[in-house]
């Protein structure tokens, strides 16, 4: 096992725990052999394993004998990287909970797994606990998904639930989650919808069946969200989620992670706290949403088990040679112009409360092809500035951004409109 | 192919539509070969195979020429569970649709099939599209499955839902369910929780790792559902739902189907209509759901075409042989004693409106160990029968049996009291 962070604890108590069980259902005994990491002394604190089991030198861990799996809990890039290539390379089986690596150099590292005989195990990459990878790759495989809809990030989940429910500020949320230990002291990739969008990457690959990488997906993140939106949200029917989308569309495949309301009978909207979970809409099955713990200790060490067991039980490796499952069998995706996509919208403008200022953003909007399907505007004093909350029919996002610029130079708003997507999940 | 009913011709259909995308994944070519069927003129009107591909003739289906693999999608048991023997026997892979005859016979056929050099692979013999014999069997794997609460019928979640949310009764639900397709004609299997109870034995085996078959399944449907305790419960807060439970106990295995009261913030409350969910605990994951439909032609044919490409792949046959996870390798379930449960419950009694007569109820629940958590009696004119709801903390379901009979007996009573159990799922 490389690292022995939270993941990897959870992983050794879980083998040091169900070791009969994991034997009676592998058909073979799991034994932890050597663990590498960075900090000894930390390691050796946790009284998990034997002293002797830990090293920082990876140069003896890759000597030890008899290592028939390699675990690499240790998240990240760098040495890291080189060390699930060096232990493909010695066509050892490898099990990795680290989307970003995937998200990056998945292909790459899938065609090294093949030239030497290896494989790559990856459940607990993506939403932690919740079986969807191997839902994608082995349940739905008779599918051709057309669309997935996902709440992969447990601390924005958290902080949306918590301004929704609660009524409180961004800020205030913020604060809480990392109090709770959901959110890291520097939250930039949970907030900025980078975590969530390289988990989309990793999923998309397996769902489309197209070669995608973190870079094709284009984040948008919560961080900038207002109170004020999420009210006007509910009042009109819709909760706010962080969504990781992925959708044929005709312009290519559409491959995004930003702020929605959905409709709030959709079961994704009871999605609350910290959980996850992905809608997957497929051509012969349907509708069909996968639920759970995206993150914490046991979760997605459970995850991490569950590949070594499904290696270890031998079946993992036929499939990961026979299977045209993975991303370096796949030609790269067609990415869809963020431009073309067409959605409905919510458009919240601060207008002086002056005559002929809905006109004038009427007028707009007519002019950008634009039509509008809701208006909510509540009673003020006259002259001051109000907000204007507007829903439109589906649009093309590029024609919504055009005529955003032009509203905010009109002379009664005072600043840029807020722009929120509203995603209509398929029907059936 | 065996049987060509509703879910055959979504196989056939799904197979004719995708070979090119099938042949891609599973690394070779997927071609229906032989058709055995009751009724050759119906099967063919379908036009969905050449006719010379229909036969009625078992032994001629069996001397067909390049048979790999045999997909059961007929239903049922006698000649059907005859032909699945038939075909474990010759060693070859067996696809199966059929809950009836996994609940009833699956440890022997399992047991059959590993004699041979066989498989038998089941996924739509479960809540039809959602792959959760895939989770349960690969993706929570590391798992020790504490419970399981599914909604595994469609037609009673449609009865119940459009009784709570409509308000009609149980009689106008069915019959429209009746013209929607949705329920058969004679809908006794669906709506006494049998067809719930059948899918349940075949999960339960999994998820425990116990030998559990239909007969350990203790069934109680919604056909005596009253629309007015539906609405007492909403009012405090519960929604209705059948729900099919797998319990370890101190007492051993819960396992029963009934109608119970959630609370209606919980996931499974959220599932509507003819949708199906399993919500699953294990010691590692915690809570994970999974939400799709669970029954119709193309959800369905998708499970039976995964289950396909998975034993075409070359990886299901591993796993079959070499995972122990299967109910023949398994012991007997202890199963716990109904009287043992404990749970919260719903009372309500008609009571004449008198003095005393409450008096009289709480006393017979006091003296049987009973304590009360509400009271719901809304305002009526003296002297009338008019409905006492009461909810108990957790009791022993003996208990509330007994205390139901004396309940009966008062001169104050004018009917049995109906009994509807509460159902708290685990937190976290």
């Given at each position: 096992?490389?690292?022995?962070?939270?993941?990897?604890?959870?992983?050794?108590?879980?083998?040091?725990?169900?070791?009969?069980?994991?034997?009676?259902?592998?058909?073979?005994?799991?034994?932890?052999?050597?663990?590498?990491?960075?900090?000894?002394?930390?390691?050796?604190?946790?009284?998990?394993?034997?002293?002797?089991?830990?090293?920082?030198?990876?140069?003896?861990?890759?000597?030890?004998?008899?290592?028939?799996?390699?675990?690499?809990?240790?998240?990240?890039?760098?040495?890291?990287?080189?060390?699930?290539?060096?232990?493909?390379?010695?066509?050892?089986?490898?099990?990795?909970?680290?989307?970003?690596?995937?998200?990056?150099?998945?292909?790459?590292?899938?065609?090294?797994?093949?030239?030497?005989?290896?494989?790559?195990?990856?459940?607990?990459?993506?939403?932690?606990?919740?079986?969807?990878?191997?839902?994608?790759?082995?349940?739905?495989?008779?599918?051709?998904?057309?669309?997935?809809?996902?709440?992969?990030?447990?601390?924005?989940?958290?902080?949306?639930?918590?301004?929704?429910?609660?009524?409180?500020?961004?800020?205030?949320?913020?604060?809480?989650?990392?109090?709770?230990?959901?959110?890291?002291?520097?939250?930039?990739?949970?907030?900025?919808?980078?975590?969530?969008?390289?988990?989309?990457?990793?999923?998309?690959?397996?769902?489309?069946?197209?070669?995608?990488?973190?870079?094709?997906?284009?984040?948008?993140?919560?961080?900038?969200?207002?109170?004020?939106?999420?009210?006007?949200?509910?009042?009109?029917?819709?909760?706010?989620?962080?969504?990781?989308?992925?959708?044929?569309?005709?312009?290519?495949?559409?491959?995004?992670?930003?702020?929605?309301?959905?409709?709030d009978r959709e079961p994704l909207a009871q999605v609350h706290g910290s959980f996850n979970a992905l809608s997957v809409y497929g051509h012969a099955t349907g509708h069909t949403m996968y639920y759970g713990r995206g993150a914490g200790e046991m979760p997605t060490a459970g995850a991490v088990?569950?590949?070594?067991?499904?290696?270890?039980?031998?079946?993992?490796?036929?499939?990961?040679?026979?299977?045209?499952?993975?991303?370096?069998?796949?030609?790269?995706?067609?990415?869809?112009?963020?431009?073309?996509?067409?959605?409905?919208?919510?458009?919240?403008?601060?207008?002086?409360?002056?005559?002929?200022?809905?006109?004038?953003?009427?007028?707009?909007?007519?002019?950008?092809?634009?039509?509008?399907?809701?208006?909510?505007?509540?009673?003020?004093?006259?002259?001051?500035?109000?907000?204007?909350?507007?829903?439109?029919?589906?649009?093309?996002?590029?024609?919504?951004?055009?005529?955003?610029?032009?509203?905010?130079?009109?002379?009664?708003?005072?600043?840029?409109?807020?722009?929120?997507?509203?995603?209509?999940?398929?029907?059936?």
């Amino acid at each position: 096992m490389i690292g022995c962070g939270t993941v990897g604890s959870g992983v050794a108590k879980l083998l040091r725990d169900e070791a009969s069980r994991y034997a009676a259902r592998a058909g073979r005994g799991i034994e932890l052999r050597r663990v590498l990491v960075r900090d000894a002394a930390k390691a050796k604190a946790r009284g998990l394993m034997a002293d002797e089991l830990i090293t920082t030198d990876a140069d003896a861990f890759f000597a030890t004998d008899g290592l028939d799996i390699i675990v690499e809990v240790a998240g990240g890039r760098g040495p890291v990287a080189d060390y699930v290539r060096r232990a493909l390379e010695a066509g050892k089986p490898v099990v990795t909970a680290n989307k970003a690596l995937l998200a990056a150099e998945g292909a790459e590292l899938f065609a090294l797994a093949r030239r030497h005989g290896a494989c790559i195990a990856f459940e607990a990459s993506c939403a932690g606990g919740i079986p969807i990878v191997t839902a994608l790759k082995f349940g739905l495989m008779a599918n051709r998904i057309d669309a997935m809809y996902g709440i992969l990030n447990g601390t924005c989940n958290y902080i949306l639930t918590e301004m929704t429910q609660r009524g409180i500020d961004y800020d205030t949320a913020l604060s809480q989650a990392q109090a709770l230990g959901f959110a890291e002291a520097d939250p930039a990739l949970d907030v900025s919808g980078q975590d969530a969008g390289q988990k989309l990457a990793v999923l998309a690959s397996l769902a489309f069946g197209e070669r995608v990488a973190a870079s094709d997906v284009w984040c948008f993140g919560v961080d900038d969200l207002n109170l004020a939106d999420i009210k006007f949200g509910q009042e009109l029917g819709y909760d706010i989620k962080l969504l990781a989308i992925g959708e044929r569309t005709d312009a290519g495949l559409s491959l995004r992670v930003h702020p929605c309301f959905i409709n709030d009978r959709e079961p994704l909207a009871q999605v609350h706290g910290s959980f996850n979970a992905l809608s997957v809409y497929g051509h012969a099955t349907g509708h069909t949403m996968y639920y759970g713990r995206g993150a914490g200790e046991m979760p997605t060490a459970g995850a991490v088990v569950s590949d070594i067991l499904n290696i270890a039980g031998g079946w993992y490796p036929v499939a990961f040679e026979s299977m045209n499952l993975w991303p370096d069998g796949h030609e790269a995706a067609e990415v869809a112009s963020s431009d073309e996509l067409k959605m409905r919208f919510y458009l919240r403008v601060n207008a002086l409360d002056v005559p002929n200022v809905m006109a004038q953003i009427t007028h707009v909007l007519g002019e950008s092809g634009i039509s509008i399907s809701a208006v909510l505007q509540h009673e003020s004093a006259v002259g001051q500035f109000v907000p204007v909350v507007i829903l439109t029919h589906e649009a093309r996002q590029g024609d919504i951004r055009a005529a955003a610029d032009r509203i905010e130079q009109l002379d009664a708003i005072n600043s840029a409109p807020v722009v929120i997507r509203i995603i209509d999940m398929p029907q059936g």
